[in-house]
């Protein structure tokens, strides 16, 4: 399977429902149908904006190679989120960083060792640079449970509403600094005082073997219409999200976990099971441990920040607890899946065991609780 | 210690509780003492069950013998349960789950590991094997906590209490389902695609070395008998619970979860003791660890199935938070404890230290709240 | 930089505020200086107290000196919790327990990893060693977790409340048996069964290289007069939290968790960081993980006893959730930074980011609820 210079991929085809989704929209059809056809739009979309950041970093050399990948790596999330966070649906925007954090870990990764178990007995990994990543990850879910904690334990008591939401709001927003002062610094560690650590010697950008590097106008190019393609899609997507919750009998959490989240990572999903069928689960642990992590680190903060300016009020960083219960178990047991350096696909059948059960419960959740 | 062809183990002469029984029972004798009886006849029978299905299984090639050993070795808990299930008392059935998972892995591994520590310094056992083991752990963790809370959020809410019973069932039903084919796919990858992985070549059957397989017919007589025998004195036991807990003032919980499971257990025990003895810590892991998962990925969904059939209403999933809390903390446990692949006695002393403070806390919760 | 015989060590410099604390306390001033500059006066004397027992440990052989090492190695936190026990300020001594558990874990260890990291790229340590201090922590975690959720349980419940407190009593005086038997036994295999584990032969007394061991009769007269230094310290920092947190806005809890038991800690901290910047990171590993579990498993336990003849009443183990959940992130974090023995800065900083996140948490919350 051949990627490069403007090879298609087989989601590339997807980017049909694009015009799709206008004309939809411009016929003024069902809400569902824009949903689903926005949807499957954003995924061929956020894999060119993926491959176009790739193919730029190549020309910038390794450092702002890599912030580029680190910052833009989660631009379809991120962008999503900012259209859900301006039309107040934080419940939606909570639900699918907790999807994409869960999606990552257990389905990205658990498809991706299943995967990749079918061809090798056993598939090695290095455990520094995942233990790094997974480790980060039991820290992003400190980040996401105390300000959980800490609100439900001021809902219990009789403090007045006001200030109950104040310091909720103080405690999130100081969380979310902290959270992203260590997203940089981890910039500092893998990009710069650590960075031999995750030279992943195979991994020379976008695709190794037969690839050519897109020139720096047709990366920029790429990266802006992909841009701009998903905000458009997002748009529509989260404008449909209230009727798709109304008409399909699905609360707008289990639409956020389960449905935004695997259209969002989309791209890295597909990526990751294709390194694994390479054996080079190096990458695949990677893509999905570190997509995880970022989500938390990165992509959590910057929308409490940017709730500020662009939300109808502030975001906290209040997860339901069957998120958070999520979060602790997916990171939990990637860590212990991932202690040992190697994967057999009985461990990916695990992973995935755990989404479905986590996906039942947020399935069968009333609207009212969740 | 020789226990092949006949040859009497010592916990064979519990045996004699077995006529005792029937004699108390026609007696009207009081509950507690059936209850004593009949549990002290249980642990030599479900010896025999276990040894049956082994050297049954000697007879079949290792591929159904592996699953023969696999579904029988936790027939005498099953048998237990399935009597309290037609009882309707599903708070001790789902208290013996409990008692077995926490109770394998804390009690049963804990004094594995400090007799053997007796005798040496540092027991060495496969960390690979004992991974797969303790990550299922992890994985009934998960598919055992989310129903109880899905539960409790649901309870914590103002919905209707049949929606509530309604939405739960649904989740159990589907989590076992769940649970069940995780159990499978297991089977299939212990038993076929990855076998060399477990196959402890120190382990050739019930007893190694001195040993002789008893003939087929021998083997399903045994089994047989040794099946009708326990089905006999669980039948027993789980009728005089009642009587037991008003008597001697215990929660049936606490019954559950302590007493009934070290009766079913018992046999587990003896082996993964003697094992150690033998420094084969591998064994000893396999058989405590891997009874553990098997309670919660089998015995647990099987029951869940088989409520629907003979229960007076369908069972669900639902443990109470203590007993949610006592499978985490042990699964956490063991899997921090195993990730090096050594024991030393210290490690069962923690094992055994947690398995007590769980018991003292199960001893003193009120029945109104157990 | 030098301590041995007398030569000073910076810390001891505050020494100066001793004198400093009578004179404000004769002057009768403000509760919020006393507070402050008893504090202060603490962090030399605890860290004389801390050399002088191990300059007496090295004159009276290995086993008995691990053991007085062991013992008052916490003398100073002890101190000060039994002048709080004796006050009756059971939220300030349960505050600086879980202070000194994830004060150590995370701030000092946390510390230590930043500044090692600084000169060390990557710095290797003991794994066998660390892990029975972490597990110990994780089994100190389910003592410190189980009686606080059966008092929840049953608060939740309509039990009389004077049945409660009777059950919660029980539980909490019978774990902490469980965790002070568990101490004895891990002196048992620390101080002899496994010793040769712990022998970190560059570790040869409290400083090595240029150094000479105080005479009996200094360390007598050093340990005596520091003890007695710390208690009337630590009898001026009890008496004036009350005014503390009135004047200065922050809970009592927040006083506890933060602040008293950096002043506890400070020896402990000093001692670790010097130690990573020799690139010993064993030792530092044993300070700050060795710290944590004795506070749990003695010091918290001999308060418990300690509380039935010296305060108003029976103290029994019930932590706020907050402290719980502290417990649980601090010691399974640091279960898996420690799990491949070897430290980058990153790790470091992810500890550091776990105590902000905590010490937010702390700070919002309402005296009401903590």
Known sequence: M?????????????????????????????????????????????????????????????????LLNATFGNAAELIISVFALQAGLYGVVKASITGSIIGNILLVLGLSVVAGGFRFKT?????????????????????LVVPAVFYYL???????????????????????????????LSLVFSLRTHKHLFDTTDYEGPEDGAFETWSVKTSVIVLT????????????????????????????????????????????HSAAVMMALKNKMDISVTIAIGSSSQVALFVAPVLVFLSFFIGPQPMDLVFTPLEVLSIILASILVNFVAVDGEFHWMEGVQLLAVYFILGIAFYFLPASIA
Do not use: C
């Open 2 to 66: 051949k990627i490069g210079n403007w090879e298609p991929n087989i989601l590339d085809f997807f980017l049909i429902f694009l015009p799709i989704a206008f004309v939809l929209q411009f016929a003024h059809a069902g809400g569902t149908w824009i949903f689903i056809v926005s949807g499957l739009a954003i995924i061929p979309l956020a894999g060119l904006l993926g491959r176009a950041t790739e193919h730029l970093a190549e020309h910038v050399g390794p450092g702002i190679g890599g």
């Open 154 to 184: 001021l809902v219990g008591s009789d403090l007045p509403a006001e200030e109950i939401a104040a310091s909720d709001l103080d405690v999130s927003l100081d969380v979310a600094i902290v959270l992203f002062a260590t997203y940089v």
């Open 225 to 268: 219409l992909s841009t701009l393609g998903v905000a458009l899609m997002s748009e529509l997507l989260v404008h449909s999200v209230e009727e798709v919750t109304e008409t399909m009998g699905m609360t707008e959490v289990f639409v956020g976990v389960i449905i935004i989240a695997i259209v969002g990572n989309a791209a890295e």
């Open 123 to 143: 598939q090695k990994f290095n455990v520094t640079a995942a233990g790094m990543n997974s480790t980060l990850l039991i820290l992003s879910t400190a980040g």
